[in-house]
């Protein structure tokens, strides 16, 4: 696909090397000049590895637009293959030197090409900017760019940082408070795998994370529970050099009701990635969901050298009672995101 003959679309595979640096170094690049230090683009190695290892769970393809030969603008494409069956996840950037040029709309325009192709018609998009910005990021280039393109503002993040690593003094105050509200629950902490045993419960707990967490006007559906899919995950999580440390809560049957997940990456050094924390419904109100972070906090410290890292995490504004507990922790404010999305028709 090119505009004006000048820009052409071309995806990569794991055979394209040399690409796909370029792809890594133009998509940072990009994010940096939005968020400064506070970009979390993944590392070339990392992305090397989701095309060694296709997923079961979601196909993933990465689009480089060249002009003149140089590699100007990004796109990542995701489309879950297990469940929301009608969704696409799509992701662009463009060197800041080549915008205003409509590089960015020509590889929107050929995402949403290739995800209709596919029978996809729920895209879902994201846009990042400094936290000084507007709430809904009315004015920044990335939102800009996703409205003109008929996409809407669903909901607002809000991205935080921890440096590590956290006060002794302060995980053993948390835990202490917590203690007393979570006495019929049991603790576990471990890095790698989830173990065979807990794996279905833990399953049914994080696959409920879409829908349970504030989505604003977003549209979605649970996740399918698929343990051979999921286990592949963590293989490929293997593949790019990180590490999941992990906690559960367990009810007195032993069934995972909690769980929250950090991510430790080998090719990224700043960072630490929180992703996932959720306590099941019925079991809410007893300080579970500060009691496990609190123990991933723990474990992680005495399991792994995280000194000079941060913690990243992002939470929807409006989700008071998570944002309560991470500023507990200690975590600052550091930049916005956007979640948006658009309806294909015809």
Not at 286 to 307: E, F, M, P
Not at 334 to 344: H, P
């Amino acid at each position: 696909m090119s505009a004006g003959g000048t820009v052409d679309v071309v995806e990569l595979t794991a055979a394209d090397a040399d690409a796909l640096r370029d792809w890594a170094a133009v998509t940072a690049e990009s994010a940096r000049h939005e968020v400064g230090d506070h970009a979390t683009a993944w590392a070339y190695e990392e992305l090397l590895a989701v095309l060694q290892n296709p997923s079961r769970a979601r196909r993933e393809q990465f689009f480089v637009a060249r002009r003149d030969g140089e590699v100007v603008g990004t796109t990542w494409l995701a489309m879950p293959l297990l469940d929301n069956l009608d969704s696409a996840q799509v992701d662009v950037h463009v060197r800041p030197d080549q915008r205003r040029r409509g590089t960015g709309s020509v590889l929107l325009r050929h995402a949403e090409h290739v995800a209709a192709a596919a029978g996809r018609t729920r895209l879902d998009a994201e846009a990042q900017w400094p936290h000084t910005g507007p709430a809904d990021g009315a004015g920044t280039p990335g939102v800009e760019l996703l409205r003109a393109h008929g996409y809407a503002f669903g909901i607002g993040d809000v991205q935080r940082e921890l440096p590590l690593p956290v006060d002794d003094a302060l995980l053993a105050e948390l835990a202490g408070e917590t203690a007393p509200h979570h006495r019929d629950y049991r603790l576990e902490s471990w890095a790698g795998p989830v173990p065979d045993d807990l794996v279905e419960g833990w399953l049914a707990v994080v696959n409920t994370l879409m829908t349970e967490a504030p989505t604003g006007g977003m549209e979605r559906e649970e996740e399918a529970v698929d343990v051979a899919a999921f286990r592949a995950s963590e293989a490929l999580l293997a593949a790019q050099g990180r590490t999941a440390w992990r906690t559960a809560a367990l009810d007195r049957d032993g069934t995972v009701v909690a769980y929250t997940e950090m991510i430790l990456p080998s090719y990224e050094t700043r960072f630490v990635y929180q992703w996932g924390t959720l306590v099941r419904r019925d079991h809410r109100g007893h300080r579970l969901g500060t009691a496990v972070k609190v123990a991933n906090h723990r474990a992680l410290q005495a399991g792994a050298d995280v000194a000079g890292r941060r913690v990243v995490t992002w939470n929807a504004e409006v989700n008071d009672h998570m944002i309560g507990i991470n500023e507990r922790l200690g975590f600052v404010v550091t930049c916005r995101a956007g979640e948006l999305q658009k309806r294909l028709t015809g």
